[in-house]
Structure formats: structure tokens, C-alpha cells
């Protein structure tokens, strides 16, 4: 209650816009590929794995990776997306994407992207499988 009677933690009409712009983001990198529509249970178990789990996984870094080799309206032969909840960037390295041409979503890529903090510090490392997220982020990589 305290929180809310706070007038400085009010959002101002640009923070309203730039959260429906990066919504509608979000959207468009949905409606981009099937892989975000899994219909299937047996094709979630199939082509979605969370390459770090357990006692190596970074507490405020979500990864997901999706397989699109050969599934209809994938448009892509993988995707791996990062979301990041912490204030700050995040390093993770993931050894076996290594050596594959990632790519930033061309939605994230693209110049009219609501978050260009995606656009201009989100990084990959392909030889060494290394991907930098910024701060409070979700940043998705394609691989065609």
C-alpha cells in the first residue's frame, strides 16, 4: 500500500507507450514462428529444452530453446530466447551453440524496436557459445 501512494513509482505516458510498444513486440516475434505455439504435449517434450537447469543455472536468467528442424511454420531451425529479471546484464555461455550463426530476431533487430537497449547490448560470442543479455530483457535469437 505504501508503495502505491507513492507518486514518484507512478507511470508517466512514456513508460506507459514503450510498455505497449515492447508488448506488441513480443507479439509480432509470437505470430513469427509456430515453435511459440507448440500444439502438442509431445511436441513441447520434443522441441523445448532449458539448457540450464539445476545447480549451473544463473537464478535470474530464463533459457529456453525451441527446435525447429522440420516442424510446419517454424520458419527457423532453432530459436533460443534469454529473459533476464535482474537490474543488471547477464553473461550466460552455452557451449553446445557454439559454432551456429545466431541471429537477433529481426523484430528486436529492427530499427523501430520499442527496446533498443535489446538492439544495441544484447551480444553473441558464436565461437564460444556466449550470450550477453541486458538488464531486465527478453531477447530471442534466431538460427535459420
Do not use: C, W
Request: charged share 20%.
Amino acid at each position: 500500500r505504501p508503495l502505491l501512494a507513492d507518486a514518484r513509482l507512478r507511470p508517466t505516458a512514456a513508460d506507459i507507450a514503450f510498455t505497449r510498444d515492447a508488448f506488441n513486440d513480443l507479439l509480432a516475434i509470437r505470430s513469427s514462428s509456430t515453435l511459440f505455439r507448440l500444439r502438442t504435449a509431445a511436441d513441447v517434450r520434443q522441441r523445448l529444452s532449458f539448457p540450464i537447469t539445476g545447480p549451473a543455472q544463473n537464478a535470474v536468467v530464463l533459457v529456453g530453446h525451441l527446435d525447429g528442424r522440420g516442424y510446419p511454420g517454424a520458419n527457423f531451425s532453432e530459436l533460443l530466447y534469454f529473459i533476464n529479471v535482474d537490474k543488471v546484464a547477464q553473461t550466460i555461455t552455452l557451449p553446445e551453440q557454439a559454432g551456429k550463426n545466431h541471429q537477433l530476431h529481426s523484430v528486436q533487430a529492427s530499427a523501430n524496436a520499442a527496446d533498443t537497449r535489446v538492439r544495441h547490448n544484447a551480444m553473441v560470442d558464436s565461437t564460444s557459445g556466449r550470450f550477453t543479455v541486458p538488464a531486465r530483457s527478453a531477447v530471442v535469437y534466431v538460427v535459420r
